[in-house]
């Protein structure tokens, strides 16, 4: 969010431990004890169409069944309720389902709710949904009850199997959803429109979500190895910590503070799990509303460049991933992580001393030689509940590393999840804090989603030549070509920084004394491509 086996931190309940005697999970058909898992990751819409965040997507992937999905411990993605799945022609991609699919209404799962899921993205559009990964989506055709054929804007889509799999992708019931507007949560649990491995029982919005696994289920993650997962959600990360510590949880993930690890890890009753990552923590500008952005009185294109491009020569990403994060983060100097194949590293010679550090007599240098007068006034928000409690401290560094010489002055706010996540695509903050975990595994992940022309950042970016080359490399099926034109996407963002990476991450997850006083078996997997944003 690492190279081909890039780990997100939804947490699959099948394979999960079970508070069973001999800690050694259920016997395949449900017959395993249920599991509480505790998290503070919010969710903001069961519909597919209205979210692009960790915390619905990690529901989404236990409820909603995919065309193709990455079986435990692969990025590779194979058919899940696909029978077979290929190009039959390049701008074609034919997917044939298997018979006899239902929905746990009763519902059949048939072509036509393929098609209706798809055309209902792209149709919505919303500007928290995923619909961004849909662009060389042209149309979609239900030959028959089991046959969907993608018609495609641009052939030989390297990436578009892997976008089957994604937060753009969950199958819905077409007789619960509307085919124009997002679909409430309560609608949908009462319309019983899951087909994944799980049902949902019980729902109450950001405080506890029952699971009972669903026996219609026929894709290729296999039967759940328990008999229901109960997730509890946590205002405090604190909180949640102190229930780890007491057994109160048998599994919990996302997203405790560094010194919270530290104190877990030595705990003889907890066991921490730790994964590779692909997630990347980042600062996004809003090119209209940032200083001397778009629509400002002083607009004015290169001083707000210059505005962009001394903030990265100020911040110290090795101190913030050091004093705040303890090195479970380290500095990312692109905007793909490091191990992914085609990632580079040009903020590293761009910014600051050339090295990875600050510099801030080239960041004064620089306003200078732009006109710019200092101290640049910039507003700058985060969020502390979605990404964890440790935020409050990165961004106060952050703050101090650009304030250090006075060439900023930033006023540093933070706002509760699901209202952020409305305001930083309504132009409310000129600039502020996401977090990613990719959707498939690929470098094209974290370019195509951020700087085409419609991104889901919607902070403005337009860059012709990036967009020309994103989907040029998408579709080119000679690796060292395609990697070459990933390579100069970064660099050419790197100039542009729509967004200013900071760190990447590994995942951490911990099991410990069941709720029901025994020990659990900590051997239970992640599910490949959730994300967070």
């Not at 124009?180 to 979500?209: C, H, M, P, R, W």
């Not at 057994?247 to 919270?260: K, M």
């Not at 990312?332 to 050339?354: N, R």
Request: proline share 5%; net charge negative; with cysteine.
């Amino acid at each position: 969010m690492s190279a081909a086996a890039l780990m997100g931190a939804a947490l699959l309940f099948t394979g999960c431990a079970t508070s069973s005697t001999t800690g050694s999970g259920g016997d395949g058909d449900g017959g395993g004890s249920e599991i509480m898992i505790g998290t503070t990751d919010k969710v903001t819409s069961l519909d597919p169409a209205g979210a692009y965040d960790n915390g619905s997507f990690a529901v989404m992937n236990q409820v909603y069944p995919f065309l193709l999905n990455s079986e435990y411990g692969t990025a590779d993605v194979t058919p899940d309720i696909a029978e077979s799945a290929e190009f039959t022609s390049p701008t074609e991609y034919t997917v044939k389902l298997k018979e006899g699919l239902k929905f746990a209404n009763g519902n059949d799962l048939t072509a036509s709710d393929v098609k209706f899921s798809f055309d209902r993205q792209v149709a919505i559009n919303d500007p928290n949904g995923p619909a961004s990964l849909l662009g060389n989506l042209d149309s979609v055709e239900a030959q028959d009850d089991l046959t969907v054929v993608f018609k495609l804007k641009n052939g030989d889509d390297q990436v578009w199997p892997l976008i089957l799999s994604s937060p753009a992708a969950p199958i819905i019931d077409e007789d619960v959803f509307a085919a124009d507007a997002l679909t409430s949560d309560d609608d949908i649990v009462s319309g019983k429109a899951f087909a994944g491995q799980y049902e949902i029982t019980s729902y109450k919005l950001n405080e506890l979500i029952a699971y009972a696994p669903y026996d219609g289920y026929q894709g290729n993650l296999g039967k759940p190895e328990n008999s229901g997962v109960n997730v509890k959600y946590y205002a405090d990360a604190s909180n949640m910590k102190l229930d780890i510590a007491g057994g109160a949880i048998d599994v919990a993930f996302r997203s405790l503070s560094a010194t919270d690890n530290d104190e877990l890890a030595k705990n003889d009753k907890v066991k921490l799990v730790e994964g590779p990552g692909g997630e990347t923590r980042y600062i996004v500008f809003n090119f209209n509303t940032q200083p001397y952005g778009a629509t400002a009185e002083d607009a004015d294109p290169a001083k707000a460049q210059a505005v962009r491009q001394a903030a990265a020569d100020l911040v110290d990403r090795a101190a913030i991933a050091k004093d705040v994060y303890k090195d479970t983060y380290s500095p990312l100097y692109s905007f793909v992580p490091d191990g992914l194949t085609g990632a580079t590293e040009p903020l590293k010679g761009l910014y600051g001393d050339g090295d990875g550090g600050p510099d801030a007599a080239k960041a004064k240098q620089r306003l200078a030689d732009a006109g710019v007068e200092t101290p640049v006034e910039l507003s700058l928000q985060y969020n502390g509940d979605h990404y964890g409690p440790s935020s409050g401290d990165e961004y106060a560094m952050v703050k101090t590393q650009l304030e250090k010489d006075g060439l900023f002055k930033v006023n540093l706010q933070q706002t509760e999840w699901v209202q952020y996540s409305k305001d930083r695509t309504a132009d409310v903050y000129p600039a502020y804090q996401l977090g990613w975990f990719p959707d498939y595994s690929d470098a094209d992940n974290y370019l195509s989603p951020f700087f085409l022309k419609e991104n889901f950042l919607g902070n403005h970016y337009d860059n012709p030549k990036v967009a020309d080359l994103i989907v040029d490399q998408q579709t080119q099926t000679d690796e060292k070509k395609r990697m070459d034109q990933i390579g100069e996407i970064q660099d050419l963002v790197a100039n542009d920084l729509s967004t200013l990476p900071l760190l990447q991450g590994k995942q951490v997850a911990y099991t410990g004394t069941g709720v029901d006083g025994t020990t659990l078996d900590a051997s239970f997997k992640f599910r490949y491509a959730p994300i967070s944003k």
